[in-house]
């Protein structure tokens, strides 16, 4: 009941609701879209994996799709051209990680920032959503834990092989994160999702995550703040 009385306090058909849907719903459906893409590079480059990564690829593929129609739902015509920008640097670090077959660079990347990033973001807009988007949103972030767990096993089982590489990646591409929830601080907030709550909830998956590779506490407040200083 908390969650459509909090709703009901947003016009959604309004021009300003509507104005600023435009860019969040196009950045969660390139957000998927670059996942998906992400996770079939990450099948060529761990072919021992294939088979589960491309499951992953899928739904991610599946997430696209709904976020869509939450789009349609709404009459929104998504900013794509504005989304594909918004992730051009994670984008093209993660291409250039790729190329070089620095696969641990590829899952702090795709498995560790932009998951925990989505799933930080979706829990903040499920109590906000429309009815239609909240129910898409649900289903969709349920998924996401699991495509974080795998970034999280690979990289414990080879923790001391990747330790440098993975520091050296957040200290790269941690800061992109706090760039891109500034450029959207303001649509986010006309869509009921306070900044502060997002920077929060996704420093909390963000220490889950590297805590459960193998870092130490040290470590993470060490490499957290590579982020902190822009916020």
Not at 149 to 154: H, K, T
Not at 197 to 217: P, Q, R, W
Request: charged share 25%; glycine share 6%; net charge negative.
């Amino acid at each position: 009941m908390q969650q459509l009385a909090v709703s009901a306090e947003f016009d959604f058909q309004g021009e300003t609701y509507k104005d600023a849907y435009s860019r969040i719903n196009a950045i969660v459906i390139e957000g998927e879209q670059e996942a998906h893409d992400n996770y079939v590079k990450l099948a060529e480059l761990l072919p021992e994996h294939k088979d589960e990564l491309i499951t992953l690829s899928k739904m991610e593929s599946r997430h696209m799709k709904g976020f869509q129609a939450c789009g349609k739902n709404l009459k929104v015509t998504p900013d794509m051209d504005f989304a594909r920008e918004f992730f051009s640097g994670l984008h093209a670090n993660f291409q250039t990680a790729a190329a070089t077959g620095n696969v641990v660079t590829c899952l702090l990347i795709q498995a560790l920032i932009v998951e925990c990033f989505a799933i930080a973001a979706y829990n903040i807009y499920i109590p906000v959503a429309d009815p239609f988007a909240r129910k898409i949103t649900e289903g969709v972030v349920k998924d996401e834990y699991q495509h974080l767990n795998f970034g999280e096993v690979w990289l414990k089982a080879h923790f001391e092989d990747s330790k440098a590489e993975l520091e050296e990646a957040n200290r790269q591409n941690l800061p992109l994160v706090w760039k891109m929830l500034n450029q959207v601080e303001a649509d986010a907030a006309v869509l009921g999702m306070d900044k502060d709550a997002l920077v929060e909830d996704f420093m909390i998956a963000y220490g889950e995550a590297l805590s459960n590779i193998g870092l130490s506490t040290r470590d993470i407040m060490r490499m957290s703040a590579y982020g902190l200083k822009g916020a």
